[in-house]
C-alpha cells in the first residue's frame, strides 16, 4: 500500500531530526511450519526462505534507515520447534544491523516450556534481540517506547493487552508503539471472546495519547485496521491460499505525529488457486498453457478446481499435463472429483488392439456404460489402458 501523497515516506536525511521514528513491522514467521502436500525437496526449499525472509528484511530495515524491527507474535510455529530450527533462527539474525523486539504469541507463548526459555535460544541470541517478556514500557531512547502484551499461555483467559492499555498513562513527549497479537473484532465472527481485541478500545488508547500505533500480529495478510495508526503486518512468506496479501512487511514512519507506511515486498513463495472448466481440447490446451507460463514454479503452490466433462482421450492428455506440473511445482493440488469422464467411439479409434486387449476394452466399456458400482473402477482401467496404447 504506498503511502498517501501528504504523507510521503520521508527521505533519509530527515532521520536526523529526533521527532522522526522508523521502523519495521512483522509478524507470523512461523518458523518450523511444515507443509505436508508439499513436493519432494520442496519442503527444504520453503523453510529456507522462511530464514531467507529475516534476512531480507535486515537488509531493508537497513536500506530504509529503521531504527527498530518489531515482532508482533508467533516468531516460530510452536515451542516443539527443533534445536536447528532455533538455530537458524538466530544465526539468520546476526545479519540483522538493528535492534530486534520479538513478542511471544500463541504459537510460542512464554509458557514454562517456552523456545524463549531453551538453553540454545539462550546461549546462541544475540545481544541486539530482544525478547518482550512481560507489559513492562521498555524504553529505547531517542524518545521511543514499546509497550508489548505477551502472550504467557496457548490458552489465556483474556487477550493480554486489554489490561495492558487499561493500566497505561498518557505518553509524554515520546513515541510509544503497542506490539500485540490476536484477532480483533473486525474480522472474526467470534466478537465477543475474550481473546479478540476491540478495535474501539485500541482506537481509544490512541485517541488519549497512551501510543501512536499498534503492530499486530496473528492475521497472515497485511491489513489495515483503522486509519494509519492500527494494522496487521502479515507474515513476510506465504502459508496458505486463504491469504490476500501476504508476503510483505510494514515500513511505519512517525513524524510529529503524522504516520505513514509503506508496504515492502519480502516473500519468494506464492499460492495460486484457479477453478476452471474443461469441456473440449481447447480447454485442456488452455489450462496447459496456463501451468506453463507460471513463473518460478519451485516456489509456487497451485491448487485447480476443475470440473466439466471429457472424453478418456482428453482425460487422459490432462493428466500427462498435470503430471508434468507436478514435476516441477513446489506443490500441485488437483481437485477434479467434478470432473466427468465419458468416452466416446474416438478414443478407441487407431489403437491396433486385438484379441485378449479387445475383449478387455469392450468389456470395460460395457461396465462403464451400466454405470454400476464397478463402473468408476472400469474407467480407471479403460483410461490406463488408452495410455499404454498410446505409449504414453
Not at 519480502?266 to 488452455?286: K, P
Not at 465419458?342 to 460395457?366: H, K, W, Y
Amino acid at each position: 500500500m504506498a503511502a498517501d501523497a501528504n504523507t510521503e515516506i520521508l527521505d533519509s536525511g530527515d532521520l536526523e531530526k529526533p521527532h522522526v521514528t522508523r521502523f519495521l513491522h512483522t509478524s507470523d514467521w512461523q518458523l518450523g511450519m511444515t507443509r505436508h502436500f508439499l513436493s519432494e525437496g520442496a519442503q527444504e526449499r520453503y523453510s529456507q526462505a522462511r530464514f531467507d525472509a529475516i534476512r531480507t528484511m535486515g537488509r531493508i530495515a537497513k536500506k530504509e534507515h529503521c531504527q527498530f524491527i518489531v515482532v508482533a507474535g508467533d516468531t516460530f510455529e510452536s515451542n516443539q520447534v527443533d534445536r536447528k530450527t532455533v538455530a537458524r533462527t538466530l544465526e539468520a539474525l546476526k545479519d540483522v544491523s538493528v535492534p530486534v523486539y520479538i513478542l511471544p504469541g500463541n504459537h510460542d507463548p512464554l509458557d514454562a516450556a517456552s523456545v524463549y526459555h531453551s538453553s540454545v535460544f539462550i546461549d546462541r541470541k544475540p545481544s541486539h534481540v530482544h525478547v518482550i517478556e512481560d507489559t513492562t514500557t521498555l524504553n529505547l531512547g531517542d524518545g521511543i517506547e514499546i509497550v508489548g502484551a505477551p502472550w504467557m499461555s496457548k490458552r489465556p483467559s483474556a487477550n493480554p493487552i486489554v489490561g495492558t492499555l487499561e493500566s497505561l498513562t498518557p505518553a509524554s513527549g515520546v513515541v510509544r508503539i503497542c506490539v500485540a497479537h490476536g484477532a480483533v473484532d473486525q474480522f472474526t465472527p467470534d466478537k465477543d471472546s475474550a481473546l479478540v481485541m476491540k478495535v474501539t478500545e485500541l482506537e481509544r488508547a490512541i485517541g488519549e495519547g497512551k501510543v501512536q500505533f499498534v503492530a499486530l500480529g496473528d492475521r497472515h495478510s497485511l491489513t489495515k485496521v483503522g486509519g494509519d495508526y492500527i494494522w496487521y503486518s502479515g507474515t513476510p512468506e506465504s502459508t496458505d491460499f486463504t491469504e490476500m496479501h501476504s508476503g510483505f512487511a510494514n515500513l511505519v514512519e512517525i513524524a510529529d505525529g503524522e504516520i505513514s507506511t509503506k508496504e515492502v515486498q519480502v516473500g519468494q513463495w506464492h499460492f495460486v488457486e484457479h477453478q476452471r472448466e474443461l469441456n473440449t481440447a481447447e480447454d485442456v490446451e488452455s489450462l496447459r498453457k496456463l501451468l506453463e507460463d507460471v513463473s518460478d514454479k519451485e516456489r509456487s503452490v497451485i491448487r485447480l478446481n476443475l470440473l466439466g466433462s471429457l472424453t478418456l482421450s482428453l482425460h487422459a492428455l490432462l493428466q500427462d499435463h498435470l503430471a508434468s506440473a507436478a514435476d516441477v511445482f513446489g506443490a500441485c493440488d488437483v481437485r477434479d472429483e467434478n470432473v466427468i469422464v465419458i468416452p466416446d467411439d474416438t478414443d478407441f479409434t487407431d489403437l491396433g488392439f486385438s484379441g485378449f486387449a479387445d475383449a478387455a476394452v469392450q468389456r470395460l466399456r460395457s461396465t462403464i456404460e451400466e454405470d454400476g458400482d464397478d463402473s468408476a473402477t472400469a474407467r480407471d482401467a479403460l483410461m490406463l489402458l488408452l495410455r499404454l496404447g498410446r505409449g504414453v
